[in-house]
């Protein structure tokens, strides 16, 4: 029957039912392709249908079967688990009542034995009973086997504890001794390759462990005697031990043959054994598959001939909707490209008439469809004052004389607003060949021309920005060697050529790579083939003579608008921060002599009294040699030796006076490798003077090996006194007691990812320490705790360590919450590549202690002065 005849019985009579009425009004509703398609997808449906249902009930069936079998073989499980525990409770309690009686002596041994032959008798699962005592030695035995097994031969038959060794049977005697209880063992294998598992009750006497009685089971009885016949007429019932070996079952089966994959398995702990064994009831399925099942493949088959049939029909009418539905397609598609298009369209004849106008065009000008096709110039679109040059333009393009570029025009919206627009027309050309119109496609540009303006007006907003810079910027063209771009501030220093650019950028630009070979240069660009942006990228420092004036270049690759390579340079004058920085090193290099001058002022008491001491030793000694001259009472050996010891005090003076003349002496800063021992030595040297004087004692340690330093050894020297005096005046201002009036210095190295390798120097104190409002301000300048300070030692010791790339830090030692203590420190980096292996005579002859003296009457471990 045709797709579009009326079907009789889908027409709704007045007697139908609501459903029939329903079902025929969306029965017509349908187009007749849809109808057509329904009903061929019916009856497959239907056959689908039909095989699901055959399909799920061989599975319900199968899934059934399967159930009940695991039910069965579960049952039969839990039912021989019960029977066997049953069975090993009677005989343990049977097992604790013979124990019993060999621990209150109530038998003997040959009672013992008449009691195990009737105990086996009546228990075939058990092979052999045996009394042990405390030290594992067999008292008496008996065996189930038809022979009688005597004391003797029970070793060899019978596997019993034996101290030190790692069996099943010892493990159990020891945790029966233990625990006091029945235990037990591990499954194992007898002499005669039987799998075996033992009892072992204790046998306690007065408190006091007198041996085991142990009965020993055989697994394979156990399984034989304990299984019921009708379980094991359905089931395979075995024992398996906890790796899942099995060593007893109902079935002998083959050693290496696999079970098989559709046996349904359950097992059971047995209890109360409780040692690993596990009771496996298994059964198998009896149906065959569901793949197996001929009435299956018959109704498949069936069922295939039917869809098979049906989708014959359905391609022949498919063919049929093809033709149709290629029209639809084209049609709709042709549609939805046009609506999804931004752009209008409009098209006219030769006349001018508007003949079409898509979505996008009438939603851009407001005006619906029927308001524009059929109207002729003047269109309601046009501005009233743009009418005349709008015809114009017009004429030009029905002329076939417009601009391939387009046309820019303003256009009015329905509303009466305006915006801008571009045209670009084409002519329009039926199958014979001849223009029959004008297609013109509208684009509105009042958003990008807006975005143009602003960024016409950005760019001059940043080339003013440029412009008004102190700093030069300019932009050279890598290939051509050719300035793009030049602001004010080079134009004034410079002019308007390229020379400028070339002296700043000190020949990194591509006259810098004339010497390259030719794998370093691409043939095409004539560029270098490594990365350009490596080149000149951190910041330079560059004298021009011609000016008189230093300037801080820093230098960038980029890519110009047109595509060129560029490299951009900007120039700060720096000669004004130059002569700052200069003037600012001179006033620290007479702030650090005035430091010293002064530290050597506030020690000059100190001083005098050092050097009191050898020069008052001169004096006597020379006195001592004039008065005995004169008596000629002195020996020739005594006068040498007076006059040697005269030179000796002679000489410490000298080295006094020569240290505080290296100190104070004006010199110009210089860095140089330096030893931190010989640092520390020097400044304990002259430190010493002022510490004996406030009876203060000081301890230090220089590890071995340090690398060397490229410090200004005078500077660091400087920071160590200034230190070492603060914690000597803060002890001795304190008045603590002998205890705590010492000092510790410490050189050690340090490592740490951020700063690298370094050395820390610290002073440690036992003084009243700092206030944390004292801390906070420790390193300004000025700010002293001192009534008669200065203010500036310890902002210069910071400014010092800072100046060697280094760190200075202070804190108070805490014991709980007292301050027992301070601790200054500073680390200087050094190039950890770089040891002292440099003076190899100096390592030769340093001990191996690292801890050193800093005066030669001091101990190993420290100088108390």
């Keep these: 029957m045709p797709a579009d005849a009326p079907d009789s019985t889908l027409q709704s009579p007045t007697g139908a039912s609501p459903a029939q009425r329903l079902f025929g009004g ?42 009940r079998e695991t039910d069965s073989v579960k049952r039969d499980a839990e039912l021989t688990q019960q029977q066997i525990s049953l069975r090993l409770l009677q005989n343990q309690e049977a097992l604790v009542r013979i124990a019993r009686e060999l621990v209150t002596r109530s038998i003997d041994a040959e009672e013992f034995v008449g009691q195990a032959t009737s105990f086996l008798k009546q228990r075939p699962e058990l092979t052999s009973l045996a009394w042990l005592d405390a030290a594992r030695r067999p008292r008496a035995a008996r065996s189930a086997q038809p022979f009688d097994l005597s004391i003797d031969d029970l070793g060899p038959r019978m596997v019993l504890p034996n101290e030190g060794a790692a069996t099943a049977s010892e493990s159990a005697f020891r945790r029966a001794r233990d625990q006091r209880t029945a235990v037990y063992s591990r499954p194992f294998h007898d002499a005669f390759g039987t799998a075996v598992f033992q009892l072992q009750i204790p046998l306690v006497e007065r408190g006091g462990f007198a041996g085991v009685l142990l009965a020993e089971y055989s697994i394979a009885d156990i399984v034989r005697h304990s299984v019921p016949a009708d379980v094991a007429r359905r089931h395979v019932v075995s024992i398996v031990d906890d790796q899942q070996r099995p060593l007893a079952a109902t079935v002998t089966s083959f050693p290496d043959r696999e079970p098989p994959r559709n046996a349904i398995v359950t097992d059971a702990p047995l209890t109360p054994v409780a040692n690993g064994l596990m009771l496996r009831a298994q059964g198998y399925r009896t149906s065959i598959g569901l793949i197996s099942n001929t009435l299956f493949w018959m109704v498949v088959a069936l069922s295939g001939l039917t869809v098979w049939m049906l989708l014959g029909t359905w391609r022949h009418m498919r063919r049929r909707a093809q033709i149709q539905g290629a029209l639809v397609q084209e049609t709709n598609f042709r549609r939805a490209m046009e609506n999804s298009m931004p752009t209008g369209m409009r098209a006219m004849d030769l006349d001018g008439r508007i003949t079409y106008v898509n979505a996008a065009f009438c939603q851009m000008t407001g005006f619906p469809t029927n308001e524009l096709v059929g109207r002729l110039p003047p269109y309601p679109y046009w501005p009233p004052e743009r009418i005349e040059e709008n015809g114009r333009l017009l004429q030009q393009e029905l002329a076939g004389r417009s601009p391939a570029g387009g046309i820019e025009v303003k256009v009015m919206r329905k509303d009466g607003t305006l915006f801008d627009a571009r045209m670009y027309v084409s002519p329009l050309i039926d199958p014979k060949g001849q223009q029959t119109g004008w297609m013109t496609s509208v684009t509105n540009i009042t958003e990008a021309k807006r975005i143009r303006d602003q960024l016409s007006a950005s760019h001059e907003r940043f080339t003013t920005v440029l412009e008004g810079l102190d700093a030069s910027v300019s932009v050279l063209s890598v290939q051509q060697g050719e300035l793009l771009f030049a602001n004010r501030s080079y134009r004034l220093w410079f002019g308007g050529d390229a020379r400028g650019h070339l002296r700043l950028a000190g020949g990194m630009t591509t006259s810098g790579f004339g010497n390259l070979d030719d794998e370093a240069v691409d043939v095409l660009s004539g560029l270098p083939t490594h990365e350009l942006t490596e080149a000149g990228a951190d910041p330079r420092e560059v004298f021009v003579e011609s000016l008189q004036k230093w300037f801080d270049v820093r230098a960038r690759y980029l890519q110009w608008t047109d595509g060129r390579l560029a490299q951009m340079l900007i120039a700060t004058d720096i000669t004004a921060r130059l002569r700052a920085e200069e003037q600012a090193a001179m006033q620290a290099e007479k702030a650090q002599v005035t430091s010293r001058l002064v530290t050597m002022g506030e020690m000059a008491s100190s001083v005098a009294h050092e050097l009191n001491q050898p020069l008052t030793a001169i004096v006597n000694y020379c006195n001592g040699m004039v008065s005995r001259l004169s008596t000629d009472s002195i020996a020739r050996d005594d006068l040498v030796a007076a006059l040697q010891k005269t030179s000796r005090q002679a000489e410490r003076a000298g080295q006094i006076i020569h240290r505080i003349r290296a100190f104070v002496r004006r010199s110009e800063p210089q860095r140089q490798a330096a030893d931190a021992r010989q640092i520390v030595d020097d400044a304990v040297d002259l430190a010493g003077i002022e510490l004996r004087r406030r009876n203060v004692s000081i301890h230090t340690y220089v590890a071995q090996r340090l690398p060397m330093l490229m410090v200004d050894p005078i500077l ?8 070492l005096k603060n914690s000597a005046e803060a002890i001795d201002t304190a008045g603590l007691p002998a205890a705590r009036r010492h000092i510790e210095l410490r050189v050690v190295p340090r490592h740490t990812p951020e700063d690298g390798g370094m050395i820390e120097f610290s002073v440690t104190d036992m003084g009243p320490g700092l206030k944390n409002e004292v801390i906070a301000r420790l390193y300004e300048a000025f700010f002293s705790t001192k009534t008669d300070g200065l203010g500036i030692g310890l902002s210069l010791c910071r400014t010092i360590v800072e100046s060697h790339r280094g760190r200075m830090r202070a804190q108070n030692l805490y014991n709980g919450g007292l301050v ?23 390592l030769a002859a340093e001990p191996e202690a690292s801890a050193s003296a800093s005066a030669p009457a001091a101990p190993a471990t420290g100088t108390a002065l």
Excluded: K, M
């Design 26 to 67: 969306w029965w017509r509703r349908q187009s007749p392709t849809r109808q057509d398609r329904l009903a061929t997808f019916g009856p497959l449906l239907s056959v689908l249908l039909f095989l699901a249902a055959i399909i799920s009930a061989f599975w319900y069936l199968r899934n059934e079967e399967i159930e």
């Design 716 to 723: 660091i020297e400087q920071v160590l006194l200034n230190l």
């Design 820 to 842: 027992v203590g301070c601790r200054f420190s500073f680390t200087l980096p050094v190039d950890v590549r770089e040891r002292i292996e440099g003076s190899p005579a100096s």
